[in-house]
């Protein structure tokens, strides 16, 4: 049986898949990678990763590189995916981990970490900002 997280605490398997996330789109050199824990605020997730590529084919390596890394180290899936045609805008839902792929100007324009402000909001220090720190 699994155990339930105490109240009010997230879920370590949840946020254990969103850093393997966060790490994935490092990899491919992804923009301005931010967590957000919504697990207290929305019934849809308990994390969202939000990241962006400059182009279509960066997004797209980016989405891959996540589903690649997150299959191979738990076996999953994701439920969906949306958008990998068009390239500006991917998504991967996996049911407790929502990971968002956009365009800088696609970013802006939806503008999800203002909307989904009130969770809690990390930035991913990956190897790019760490190096250069």
Same mark, same amino acid.
Not at 12 to 25: H, I, V
Not at 33 to 45: K, M, W
């Given at each position: 049986m699994a155990e339930v997280p105490a109240a009010g605490l997230p =879920?370590?398997? !949840?946020?254990? &898949?969103?850093? &393997? +996330?966060?790490? +994935?789109? =490092?990899? %491919?050199? +992804?923009? =301005?990678?931010?967590?957000? %824990?919504?697990d207290e605020v929305s019934t849809l997730a308990d994390w969202f990763v939000i990241c962006s590529g &400059? !182009? =279509?084919?960066?997004? %797209?390596?980016? +989405? %891959? !590189?996540?589903?690649?890394?997150?299959?191979?180290?738990? @076996?999953r899936l994701p439920l969906r995916r949306e958008g990998q045609a068009e390239g500006s805008w991917v998504l991967l839902d996996y049911g407790e981990l929502i990971v968002h792929v956009l365009m800088p100007r696609e970013r802006e324009y939806y503008? &999800?970490? !203002?909307?989904? @402000?009130? @969770?809690k909001q990390e930035r991913y220090l990956g190897s790019v900002q760490a190096t250069s720190s």
């Amino acid at each position: 049986m699994a155990e339930v997280p105490a109240a009010g605490l997230p =879920d370590p398997a !949840s946020e254990a &898949l969103a850093r &393997l +996330a966060a790490e +994935a789109c =490092d990899d %491919r050199k +992804a923009v =301005d990678i931010r967590l957000i %824990r919504v697990d207290e605020v929305s019934t849809l997730a308990d994390w969202f990763v939000i990241c962006s590529g &400059l !182009s =279509d084919v960066q997004v %797209r390596a980016i +989405a %891959r !590189s996540v589903e690649e890394r997150i299959e191979a180290e738990t @076996g999953r899936l994701p439920l969906r995916r949306e958008g990998q045609a068009e390239g500006s805008w991917v998504l991967l839902d996996y049911g407790e981990l929502i990971v968002h792929v956009l365009m800088p100007r696609e970013r802006e324009y939806y503008d &999800l970490e !203002s909307f989904w @402000g009130h @969770g809690k909001q990390e930035r991913y220090l990956g190897s790019v900002q760490a190096t250069s720190s």
